[in-house]
């Protein structure tokens, strides 16, 4: 599934799984033919359940389904399940532990025509802020794929975040994954790229473009926000001495911030975060210049990874 948009590649994926458990259902909230939650409907049309326009509703009946014993994948667009939701995830799912999978398609500005309203780009910062929720971003679609099982035989609340489109591949075709654990995709000695999501590849397009300038970028991918892999990174700012952060979300709150609070605690060095602004990111012809525009392109990172190294020298 590794060159499939990501949403198409989960929902395959949920559907498939769906044969193997039988306690998974999906939920959605009129958007099945946008999030392809409709591939499990097809095939389990008994175990999906479309509740319309109204997320908190979706959210509430999914508590319904953990508290009976099944395994649900609530569906929505992420602007309106981190947002719209945001009560009851917090309330219903966090504080009481039930064990929903909130599947969050058009993540960050990936729903590039349709404007801030459907831009989701405070959504890791909001859920990584609710205590027992697990944020999960995969970084193309092979791993939103591979992360269907995994977050399914998890025990506890968890975020999926998911790009409306296709996005670079990084990952490798049955690559083991692991909850909590990051990936180190490149290796290098003079700075550190951490990035999640759709940033990954672009992360790796800058590693490959400093090196022709005779710098190393050791490029490591966090697909789980939360837990975040703290060893993983206070070792890559020992080796490397600066870290850049790349998401395809608002720097306050969201990757940067997290991977801030370790370095801060463990091993400060200079860092950079790549990301949107404190802005509204604006409209464009598809998502790859609404990205560049917003201060997201493969040059934000070069020149972000030259400022930390010739911060790192004086």
Do not use: W
């Not at 994948?73 to 504080?95: D, G, I, P, S």
């Not at 672009?202 to 400093?210: I, N, P, V």
């Amino acid at each position: 599934m590794a060159n499939l948009a990501m949403r198409e590649a989960y929902g395959r994926a949920l559907a498939d799984y769906g044969a193997v458990n039988a306690r998974v259902v999906a939920l959605d909230a009129d958007t099945s033919s946008s999030t392809l939650s409709n591939f499990f409907e097809k095939r389990f049309p008994g175990r999906f359940f479309n509740f319309g326009i109204a997320e908190p509703c979706m959210i509430d009946a999914a508590v319904g389904f953990a508290l009976a014993g099944m395994v649900p994948f609530a569906n929505a667009f992420a602007a309106l399940a981190a947002l719209r939701a945001l009560e009851q995830v917090r309330t219903c799912v966090c504080y009481a532990r039930t064990n929903v999978k909130i599947a969050a398609s058009y993540a960050g500005v990936s729903d590039f025509k349709d404007g801030p309203t459907h831009h989701a780009i405070t959504d890791i910062a909001v859920m990584r802020s609710l205590p027992e929720m697990t944020v999960i971003v995969p970084s193309d679609g092979n791993e939103a794929a591979a992360f269907v099982p995994l977050i399914a035989e998890f025990d506890g609340p968890v975020y999926f975040r998911l790009n409306r489109a296709a996005t670079l591949q990084v990952s490798r075709p049955g690559e083991a994954l692991s909850i909590g654990k990051g990936i180190v995709r490149r290796q290098g000695q003079d700075v550190t790229i951490i990035a999640c999501g759709s940033m990954a590849g672009r992360g790796m397009q800058a590693a490959a473009s400093l090196a022709s300038q005779g710098i190393q970028a050791r490029v490591i991918e966090i697909h789980t926000i939360k837990p975040i892999d703290r060893d993983l990174l206070l070792q890559a700012a020992a080796d490397t001495g600066c870290v850049v952060t790349a998401e395809e979300h608002t720097v306050i709150g969201g990757l940067g911030s997290a991977v801030a609070e370790v370095l801060a605690a463990g091993r400060p060095v200079p860092l950079a975060m790549v990301g949107i602004h404190d802005a509204f990111a604006r409209t464009g012809p598809d998502p790859e210049s609404v990205m560049d525009a917003c201060g997201m392109g493969v040059a934000d990172i070069i020149n972000a990874a030259l400022s930390v190294i010739n911060r790192k020298k004086t």
